[in-house]
């Protein structure tokens, strides 16, 4: 089921600068909320190993 409304991360509380999240037509679309007009594109599979990635510390050497 699509969500147009974008839901903003629960982690961000009052603050305005966090992550945004939707799906739309099977993609799940990502934006900065204070760069609400660019938005990242992808799919399900490809986010769930993205962030399978960054808890697991693939990503922690680029820090």
Known sequence: MDSP???KSSYSGANN???EVR???G???LRESDEGRLIL??????????????????????A
């Open 41 to 62: 594109r992808t799919t399900p599979t490809a986010l769930a190993a993205l962030l399978h990635g960054a808890k697991a510390g693939e990503f922690d050497h680029h």
């Open 27 to 29: 993609a799940v679309e």
């Open 17 to 19: 600068a966090c992550v």
């Open 5 to 7: 409304v974008w839901q």
């Open 23 to 25: 799906t739309v037509s």
